[in-house]
């Protein structure tokens, strides 16, 4: 089973950019298809973006065109690069890993987006 740690959070200004990194130990990383999720204060905690384990992604709405997810195999890394940030972007953002009906979820990395 992985696990996953995120990192790259923290406080950027409007119309910046981040990267967030999730990286996974364990066995069989490559199989896993890896989402982002993230939870703005006092709300629920929403889908951001996939890749599977084919390389396809997909995208919320809300941040298409701005987000973009990609994975290195090799070094059991997936990214967020997160840009033209907005303050509604402010969130903890979590990264999760899929295989058949098992999830597991990383510990978060908190976001915030303001002057």
Same mark, same amino acid.
């Given at each position: 089973q992985l696990q996953l740690v995120e990192s790259g959070g923290g406080l950027v200004?409007?119309?910046g950019s981040l990267r967030l990194s999730c990286a996974a130990s364990g066995r069989?990383?490559?199989?896993y298809?890896?989402?982002?999720?993230?939870?703005p204060p006092g709300k629920e905690r929403e889908w951001?973006? !996939? =890749?599977?384990s084919g390389a396809n992604?997909?995208?919320a709405d809300s941040v298409k065109g701005g987000f973009t997810i990609s994975s290195d195999?090799?070094?059991?890394?997936?990214?967020l690069q997160m840009n033209s940030l907005k303050p509604e972007d402010t969130?903890?953002?979590?990264c999760s890993a899929t295989l058949n009906s098992? !999830? =597991?979820w990383g510990q978060g990395t908190q976001v915030t987006v303001s002057s």
């Open positions: 200004q409007p119309g069989d990383f490559r199989l298809a890896m989402d982002w999720y993230r939870q951001v973006a !996939r =890749i599977t992604t997909n995208y195999n090799a070094k059991n890394t997936v990214y969130a903890d953002y979590y098992l !999830r =597991i």
